[in-house]
């Protein structure tokens, strides 16, 4: 069983909707280090490319890909230059956020941060807030987990698999805010051992292993 390769932003083509980091970290550093790719969990969404990149400085590239015009392009290659330092709060604070991630749909691109209500997480939200440029198109959405929680259970899971030859990749899913546990075949046994141990954090998904090449 292989734990799942990579985070949203560079997005895994294989497999429906699931991501893989294994460290808050690793969630972030993808977003400011990935290509600009298309993810299957939330379609049109993108992983931004650094500062020095190619994708950062070929706007004509970016415009392509994201199917707008350059000027366009250029506004939000800035954009996301600027939003850097909020991104580096979100991703230093695993147990406050669930995460973060870009989405270009047409005209309404944005950078999403998922946020772990609570007044003991207010602190951390307010220093993004204030690192935010004006005008940022940022959205805050409430979710349940926290990063730190999802990177946990991805890494105790495989300790508390038996049998679970048919298991081949287990890894979070940041936009839906849970673990993604795919199996090449339905095991209801399985299923309701993981539901209990860790109730609507985890999710058990029928699919065929990728082919070798």
Sequence with gaps: MASRPAAPPTRPPQRKGATAPLAMRAITSLLLLGAIASSSCAAGSRAQAPPGSDLWVDVRAYATEAAIGEDEARRRLEMRRALVPAIEIVEAS????????????????????????????????????????????????EVKYSWATLSGITTEIPNVLSGGGFVHAVGPNIQLNRVEVFVSEENADFAADLAARYGDAVAVIVQEPPRPI
């Design 94 to 141: 695993p147990n406050t956020f669930g995460g973060g991630y870009f989405t270009d749909q047409g005209d309404s691109w944005r950078y999403v941060i998922l946020f772990v209500d609570g007044s003991q997480h207010e602190a951390s939200r307010a220093q993004v807030e204030e690192l935010l440029p004006v005008g940022a198109p940022v959205e805050w959405r």
